[in-house]
């Protein structure tokens, strides 16, 4: 079948396909032309693997479009096995040159102290781009791959990509909304926030933990390689949030090296003042680079009153013109 350069997917049959999976399927495994897929207003119960690229997805509105599964990381597979976390994602895209605009994303299982993690977004790939979507879940919803090299415990990286190359790869979010509660942007890539709202939701209980420490949630948990110069970079972000104030961290290390920057966000009174968490990983503290440049909001009274982490930086102006995302694309 010949492929035209757009196609259609509508629930209502004014598309030219019903479902998001059968307009994928129809382009060739081999593309190498620009393709668009435009999706209006709908709830796609599907679960996604994209790999072909030069792939534009667009829904007609964010609010409307909405692709939604609910694999989650406890789940008891047929072999008996438990699914583990990179089986979980609801959409994956495992290739490079691909656009996401205007939808939402969503893993609906439920909090983690329930199902464990559950992906809403796994991304593994270059220049992949997103712009006014929502990516939406609980513990774990956005994953930016690759994995690091290892697990650390056993059949940690149990799924599609466990045994493949590491590919370093660099993502675009520009006006999105992302929300969840545990460790809810996690992994490896460089990737470059814009304009987007990070909200930390507060859930009824979590782990034993964290109720006894007054933790309610991890924002970010990057795992930078070692060789690597940027890893998460949130610029004029906006970091919301209906947890309590002062119970929320904006970071801990996945791995050694991890690099989060966040350049001129508003921090919601949720955040912690210690702003970032060591993950009981201090030989961190001197590989990490959790660093930030005018931080404004209740969350950035910690750096005015001297209590965030001294193995976090507050980054001078000439340092902070270094993460523009041309620069950052650039070196990466």
């Known amino acids: 079948m010949e492929i035209n350069n757009r196609i259609t997917v509508s629930k209502d049959w004014k598309g030219d396909y019903r479902t998001i999976k059968e307009a994928l399927n129809a382009i060739p495994d081999n593309n190498s032309a620009p393709v668009k ?135 675009y979010f520009k006006d999105c909304y992302i929300e969840g509660n545990v460790d809810f942007i996690f992994g490896s890539a460089t990737t470059y926030f814009e304009n987007c709202e990070i909200f930390t939701k507060c859930v009824n209980r979590m782990e034993e933990h964290e109720n006894q420490t007054g933790v309610k949630g991890y924002i970010t948990a990057p795992s930078t390689p070692q060789d690597k110069e940027y890893g998460y970079v949130f610029y004029e972000c906006n970091f919301t949030s209906d947890c309590p104030p002062k119970t929320v961290y904006l970071g801990r290390p996945w791995r050694n090296y ?37 931080s404004s909001g209740s969350g950035a009274e910690g750096i005015l009153t001297g209590r965030r982490v001294p193995w976090s930086k507050q980054l001078m102006k000439d340092e902070s013109l270094l993460y523009s995302r041309d620069i950052v694309y650039n070196h990466s």
């Open 37 to 171: 897929i435009f999706i209006y207003n709908g709830i796609y119960e599907e679960k996604l693997v994209i790999n072909k690229p030069y792939l534009t997805m667009e829904g007609e509105s964010a609010e409307g479009t909405i692709i939604t599964y609910s694999d989650y990381a406890r789940m008891v597979m047929p072999d008996g096995e438990l699914r583990g976390t990179f089986r979980t994602a609801t959409v994956m895209i495992d290739t490079h040159n691909v656009a996401v605009k205007n939808i939402t994303i969503r893993n609906e299982a439920g909090p983690g102290y329930l199902v464990g993690q559950a992906i809403a977004l796994y991304v593994d790939g270059d220049r992949l781009e997103f712009d006014g979507c929502r990516i939406v879940g609980n513990q774990d919803t956005l994953f930016t791959g690759p994995l690091p090299l290892s697990p650390l415990v056993h059949k940690g990286f149990v799924g599609p990509k466990e045994h493949a190359p590491r590919n370093h790869g660099r993502q």
């Open 258 to 294: 991890a690099k989060v920057v966040l350049i001129r966000c508003h921090l919601g009174a949720h955040i912690k003042e210690e702003g970032w968490c060591d993950w009981n990983k201090e030989d961190a503290h001197e590989t990490v680079l959790f660093g930030e440049f005018e």
